[in-house]
């Protein structure tokens, strides 16, 4: 069940609800944005509808106070009272998620998403599937992400429109259809690696490139393809990004993040191929190895299929016919 309040919100007093909720707009900017406030706070506030009600109250504690708990409380009282709910239950949940309650917005949303509009519900997916990712809930964030992409694939996304408006840290843009696609199958091959299924993470990665490049999915892609051995396309990928990493991000990290892969696929290959060339048998020919009983005791060389080069064998077979 949600966690709500057990009752209402405590009345803010009196006089705090003169100065601060009163309808006169100007005189709670004037009181609000006093001295006590830093010039961030300032900044926050002017973002703050104006208004009395519940919702506004929420936004106040949440940007001017810092007082989290109380914000959510008055977000619970915005949704019971019907007052901008799409917003504060949009709002709630982000506010419980920074507070590590994640699984109490997931609840949230799903008791109180029927009050909201039609254009409302994509937002609400996108929220749920951060929550899921933020509680660890992969299968249920595999199911919201392949819903989303099968309506993109069947003309119901942006509610049929092309492009849609996005907001990212209080600023606007726009986001198109091969762009949210792009971002999807990142996020679906994200959920897919949690699981440990390199396979289908690399497919998703492969398609996601194949839309729109990006320097992070080419890492990711780049991890699913070592995880399974495929260092040579593992290479590939990755040397793409660095070399031509203008193409795909401005995001330093994640080019610096693709040169370490370099260099862990270089030592990788030169295991693997060391491995490889020395094989299983001969390792055990020359007494390298112990028996089965001790093989946890030593290093587990035969976790790598050799192919033993025809020396090694003619090794095996001598030592065969001289234990005869």
């Given amino acids: 069940m949600v966690s709500k309040p057990s009752s209402a919100p405590a009345p803010i007093p009196q006089t705090e609800n003169r100065e601060l909720f009163s ?26 509808p104006s208004g009395d009600g519940p919702y506004v109250r929420a936004k106040h504690f949440q940007l001017v106070e810092k007082d989290l708990s109380t914000s959510i409380l ?13 917003s504060a239950l949009k709002d709630m949940a982000v506010v419980m998620k920074q507070q590590d309650r994640a699984e109490e917005a997931v609840e949230a949303i799903k008791s109180f998403r029927h009050l909201c509009s039609d254009q409302a519900q994509d937002s609400l997916d996108n929220l749920l599937i951060d929550m899921y990712k933020k509680c660890g809930r992969v299968e249920e964030q595999i199911v919201m992400l392949k819903k989303k992409l099968r309506m993109i694939y069947v003309g119901k996304a942006f509610n049929g429109k092309t492009t849609k408006t996005a907001r990212s840290h209080g600023r606007k843009f726009q986001v198109s259809i091969k762009q949210e696609t792009a971002r999807l199958l990142g996020n679906l091959g994200w959920a897919y ?29 780049g991890v ?3 995880k399974q051995g495929k260092y040579d396309e593992a290479r590939m990928v990755i040397s793409a990004i660095v070399n031509q990493g203008y193409a795909y991000s401005t995001d330093n990290k994640a080019l610096q993040r693709a040169k370490k892969l370099l260099d862990d696929i270089d030592q990788s290959i030169n295991v693997s191929d060391i491995k490889e060339i020395l094989g299983e048998e001969m390792l055990k020919s020359l007494d390298l190895l112990e028996d089965d009983d001790d093989e946890e005791e030593i290093v587990d ?14 090794i095996s077979t001598f030592r065969d016919q001289m234990a005869c």
């Avoid at 309808?23 to 703050?48: H, M, P, Q, V």
Wanted: aromatic residues 12%.
């Fill in 193 to 221: 690696m949690q699981q440990d299924n390199y396979i289908a993470a690399e497919a998703v990665y492969h398609k996601a490139q194949m839309i729109e490049p990006n320097a992070n999915n080419g890492c990711n892609l």
């Fill in 301 to 314: 060389w035969g976790s790598f299929k050799s192919k033993r080069l025809p020396v090694f064998e003619e």
């Fill in 23 to 48: 309808t006169d707009d100007s005189r709670w900017k004037a009181t609000a944005c006093g001295s006590g406030l830093s010039d961030k706070e300032k900044a926050a506030f002017y973002k703050i």
């Fill in 224 to 226: 699913c393809l070592m």
């Fill in 74 to 86: 008055w977000f619970w009282k915005a949704i019971n009272q019907r007052d901008r709910v799409e």
